[in-house]
């Protein structure tokens, strides 16, 4: 390893220094040229710098940049910059210490300044130079503070170039963008003048945009603890404004009263806020849950999302002689969604009905009648029958496909889908086959979604553990894709005694059967599952556990799907014994599930809780502790094709190098 290179030290400013004029600022305004957009992974092939103080040019720095590899054609078309070019030219190790020794002492300025202290960092890290960390100054943000969208429609340099005057126009070569910017940076520092904004302090202060108030308001996250948890802010009628999660509650808090807090609403929301509450959670899914359901309970004006955790569209098969797939509110029975809007389900609906043969006609049918759509060659009922009218049961193959699907018992009709893109792509319809690409990506898509949160909520309880980051673990009660209890185990603390407690305290969940317990409930059977459902409370009998088997106690908890109520509830021991007695919603656990047709998929979970916690079990290291039954998804489920309809997205959004690399100037 080369030895580090030594570099003049950043030096402290006294407090007589702070407030230093503009004038008297010595900024170094740069301009890279590079392979590509990714620092980690392309190279710089050319710097230019220009240095000013009080409108003087002090010096320029300039040179060609050899990467190390071939340039890519894109990039050759938009810079002008030949592999050719830079053969000859010293690599970033020779260049760099010359730059940074240029730019000492000085603000750094640049045009996305993000884009080019990314690669100028990453260029420093591979050569042990230590980066002297300068204070920076990003002309776009600054032209977005000063600048209406009617005067400057786009902050690309070559438009902010010709709309304040800019005496050299960009080019994309290093050198004329950074004399570019430097008009840019002089004309906005004009522009601002006019405000009052006189030194360098009042220029970094004035670019976010802070006002006394907001920082005025920072006491708000002084008690705050340094802890996972929920914040609130209430407004002058204790009404909640805004409702966030945080990993650190007092720092993100904090965040909202300074200048890293640019969105325009959240100001304003600040602003009306007369205090911030909160609720510490013992980890970062218990934290999301409780967001999700405060969400839900207060519907706070200032979140723009998941505040109707329910509101969301369905496909289910209506209930009628000749079903057709319908967008409903409220899943019954076998159901697809949840889709953000109804478009969305419908166009999902008219791809799955094509390929089942699933009518979408109107027409009312009884179960004595015939379904007697004509053909057509373009649109048309998909029901439809060349050889004639289709009766009841010869129809009921195109609804069992339909079930066979949503629950994962075949994926014949996915197949057929992707059999068709073959096959117009083998005859040359490319147009055809793109468009039925995307409509069967967003049909597996949407079917993989729903199978992965089904097979979690059809779970009775499932106890999770995730690794802590410091030797301990997080552990998280699930009960049919509910969260029912949180809980930690810091590094020390015996781990299985915190998940005894844990469960000894978490919430009774109550499934939505649907139509299952409704059915089960008019047969009266004694035992059925329907029975522990409709009588929670209901007292019951219990034996003495079997031997090894752990008992833990289940207290509810108002809101929700929870009901109240303490009953003892007898876990199996780990080699899977069930001669132990089971009581009050826990007879659930020993008894057959009822058909998967019959039950909503969710069994009434919120999807987005249940998207919480799938998400939350997909993390590194997590486990499960124990599970009252395997977690498994449909083994002709939509999974397998989850790695295709990536492929697909990302085709069908994808842009090309010019454009990736002109988004980032």
């Not at 430097?182 to 601002?192: E, N």
Request: include cysteine.
């Amino acid at each position: 390893m080369s030895e580090p290179v030594a570099l003049p030290a950043a030096r402290q400013l006294a407090f007589d220094e702070l407030d230093t004029p503009l004038y008297d600022t010595t900024f170094v305004v740069v301009d890279l040229e590079t392979t590509g957009t990714s620092p980690d992974g392309d190279a710089i092939t050319e710097i230019g710098a220009v240095k000013v103080r009080g409108g003087e040019v002090l010096g320029e720095f300039a040179t060609l940049v050899n990467p190390g590899f071939a340039i890519p054609p894109a990039i050759v078309q938009i810079t002008g910059i030949t592999t050719a070019m830079v053969y000859e030219a010293p690599r970033i190790e020779a260049v760099l210490p010359g730059f940074l020794e240029f730019a000492a002492g000085a603000v750094l300025v640049a045009h996305n300044a993000r884009f080019d202290t990314a690669f100028l960092k990453a260029a420093a890290a591979r050569q042990d130079i230590a980066w002297p960390n300068p204070q920076v100054l990003c002309t776009v943000k600054l032209a977005r503070r000063v600048l209406t969208r009617d005067e400057a429609p786009s902050a690309r340099l070559g438009v902010l170039a010709a709309v304040l005057g800019a005496g050299t126009t960009p080019t994309h070569r290093a050198l004329d963008d950074a004399r570019a910017t430097v008009d840019v940076l002089h004309a906005l520092i004009g522009r601002v003048g006019n405000q009052g904004v006189h030194s360098l302090t009042e220029l970094l202060d004035y670019l976010p945009g802070v006002t006394g108030t907001q920082r005025a308001k920072r006491a708000f996250a002084t008690d705050l603890p340094a802890a996972p948890g929920v914040y609130l802010f209430r407004g002058p009628s204790e009404e909640v404004l805004y409702i966030g999660t945080a990993v650190n509650l007092r720092r993100r808090v904090r965040n909202y009263f300074t200048g890293s807090e640019t969105r325009g609403r959240m100001k304003e929301m600040v602003a009306l806020a007369i205090r911030v509450d909160h609720v510490v959670c013992a980890h970062g899914l218990e934290a999301g849950v409780r967001e999700l359901r405060l969400l839900a309970a207060h519907a706070p004006p200032y979140n723009r999302r998941s505040k109707f955790p329910r509101k969301g569209w369905w496909l289910t098969l209506s209930a009628e002689a000749f079903p057709r797939l319908v967008a409903v509110r409220t899943p019954t029975r076998t159901a697809l969604g949840p889709f953000a809007s109804r478009a969305d389900a419908v166009d999902v609906a008219a791809t799955v009905a094509e390929f089942a043969g699933l009518r979408t006609c109107s027409t009312r049918l009884t179960r004595a009648a015939n379904h007697a759509c004509p053909p057509a060659v373009v649109g048309g009922c998909p029901a439809a029958r060349a050889d004639g009218e289709l009766d009841a049961a010869g129809y009921a193959p195109a609804v069992h496909a339909i079930r066979d699907l949503f629950t994962g018992r075949s994926d014949t009709l996915l197949r057929a889908m992707l059999d068709r893109i073959e096959t117009h792509s083998t005859a040359q319809h490319f147009e055809a086959a793109a468009r039925l690409r995307d409509r069967t990506a967003a049909v597996v898509t949407m079917l993989h979604r729903t199978q992965r949160l089904a097979a979690l909520a059809r779970i009775p309880e499932l106890i999770v553990a995730v690794p802590d980051g410091e030797k301990g673990w997080e552990f998280s009660v699930i009960r049919y894709g509910r969260l029912a209890a949180a809980g930690t185990a810091p590094r020390g603390t015996p781990p299985m005694a915190v998940v005894d407690q844990i469960v000894a305290a978490a919430e009774t969940v109550v499934p939505d059967l649907g139509d299952a317990a409704s059915r089960k409930a008019r047969t009266g059977r004694p035992g059925s599952t329907a029975s522990a459902i409709a009588q929670p409370n209901a007292p019951s009998t219990t034996a003495a556990p079997a031997a090894g088997a752990q008992v833990a106690a289940s207290e509810g908890a108002p809101g929700g799907a929870c009901t109240a109520g303490r009953r003892a509830v007898v876990i199996p021991d780990r080699a899977g014994s069930t001669a132990n007695a089971r009581t009050g919603d826990d007879a659930m656990f020993s008894r057959p599930s009822p058909s998967e047709d019959d039950v909503p998929p969710l069994r009434g979970a919120s999807p987005a809780e249940v998207g919480v916690v799938a998400r939350w079990l997909a993390m590194p290291g997590a486990r499960i502790v124990r599970t009252s039954e395997g977690y498994r998804e449909p083994l002709h489920g939509a999974a397998r094709w989850v790695g295709w309809a990536k492929l697909a997205r990302t085709a069908a959004t994808a842009i090309s190098p010019e454009d990736e690399y002109l988004a980032q100037r």
